[in-house]
């Protein structure tokens, strides 16, 4: 199983990125999948998540009307673009996996840094 994230990097203050993140080794389409990320003194957060097949999407507040959460269930990939991105965005950010309807079943992945400054 891997979740290998792209996409990260150093961005100005209003900028925009675009994250990405290949999925292998599992039944991808059958796994909701998320993005958290974790500040440096902060504990890891939820910031969006897009479920397996209804497609229906969850933002944290903190990022609603900025990102944006996509997934392509032929290419096995989840995206997160991210716009007017803020100082406080900054952090590792980290694609996870967790099997739908109940499932147990997790992944996570290796993370990817965003650093927004000026």
């Known amino acids: 199983v891997q979740l290998v994230e792209s996409g990260g990097g150093l961005v100005q203050p209003g900028g925009s990125l675009r994250l990405s993140c290949a999925a292998s080794?599992?039944?991808?389409?059958?796994?909701?999948m998320s993005w958290y990320r974790q500040a440096p003194g902060k504990e890891r957060e939820l910031v969006a998540r897009?479920?397996?097949?209804?497609?229906?999407?969850t933002y944290a507040d903190s990022v609603k009307g900025r990102f944006t959460i996509s997934r392509d269930n032929t290419r096995n990939t989840v995206n997160l673009q991210m716009s007017s991105l803020k100082l406080e965005d900054t952090a590792v950010y980290y694609c996870?996996?967790?099997?739908?309807?109940?499932?147990?079943?997790?992944?996570w992945g290796q993370g990817t840094q965003v650093i927004v400054s000026s």
């Open positions: 996870y996996a967790r099997e739908a309807w109940g499932g147990k079943l997790d992944y």
């Open positions: 080794g599992f039944s991808f389409s059958h796994y909701d």
């Open positions: 897009i479920n397996s097949y209804t497609f229906i999407t």
